[in-house]
């Protein structure tokens, strides 16, 4: 089973339904989609449009890339002169980097709709660099800007999967050695869906490590949005447990109600390799160091708050060292051993309902001392 095949079956759709999801959502772009003109549908080759290299540039850009701009331009170009594959897909990582998985959902929209409406006429003419320009859609820049948004959506990534069929069709009649390879992306996408706990998982198991997620305090009450998705829920439920565990007495009932987003919403454990490890991603070295620093120093005030920031980052949830850390810190910062002993109970009452954690295993991640 291909890659591609793999995501369809995540995603419980039947292909004729995505295919049609995706196709539906084309609509919106109709102007993009108009010809440039009658005698040339898809205009002349941008290669040397100053619009173009404006956008090359930003692309290539290590740092402060203007994702705006690139839409902007993009735009400009696509529906005033030229019908060009190499600006889509910078269209597509621009909106993707900008709006997340959603940018990505409508930009692999655009690039299915361009290719069925205009196929072999889109620039750039030379098989070669045709190739190039869509298999650069599987490269380290759109992984690097995927890994900011770990959080699936399974509604969005639908309509992606939807999207990537539609394109995968246009190449059926080429030759296997123009014919694009969109494995490395549909890799990227495999290896977020598992990452963020599975199509089945109810809440994801991965989470942005973003400090403006939290609002800054006001004289008002935050406002509360409609929850309709795992990733609407963890992050209004950051923003509830920040609130407790700074009001007086507050801790627990944070802690608390971060654990259960987090860990009784799950029913099952990741899925493991060959070699016992999960597909996670470890935790980064320097949240360990610091972690051990933190104990090594004796800030227990300190430790207890970083271990609660990063109970609610990436996949810090299920590595159990951030709970004995936390039970260390209350064993010293507390009188009795009272809320040491929850956390010693939470632990119990997890690994009963999950007893396959005990030979589970982070790659690079040691044994929790915590008993």
Known sequence: MSILQNLVAASQLDESVLR?????RQAQW?????????????????????????IREEVN???GVDTELICQLAEKLLTQTCKDLRVITFYVWARLQRDGE?????GVTLLAAMLERFGAMLHPQRERSCKSALEWLGSRRMSDSLSLYPEVDMTTMQVIIGALLLAEATFSGLAEASRPDLSGLYQILENRLVQSGGAHSLVPQTSREEHDLLPQHTDTA?????????RDLLDQAKVLAKYLRECPGGWLAGHHLMKSVRW???????????????????PKPESKAHLKRLYLQKSWSELLEHTDTLLAQGVNHLWLDVQW????ALLKLDADSVRADILCRDMKGLLARLPGWKPWRLTMVRHSPMK
């Open 20 to 24: 049609q999801q995706a196709r539906s």
């Open 30 to 54: 109709q102007s993009w989609l108009a010809p440039i003109s009658d005698a040339q549908p898809t205009g002349d080759d941008p290669g040397y449009d100053d619009d173009f290299q404006r």
């Open 61 to 63: 850009k290590i740092s």
């Open 102 to 106: 959603t940018g990505l959902a409508e």
């Open 222 to 230: 935050p406002v509360m949005h409609t929850v309709t998705s795992g």
């Open 264 to 282: 009784d919403t799950l029913t099952e454990l990741p899925p493991l390799d060959a070699s016992g490890r999960t597909r996670l991603l470890p």
């Open 325 to 328: 850390y936390a039970w260390q």
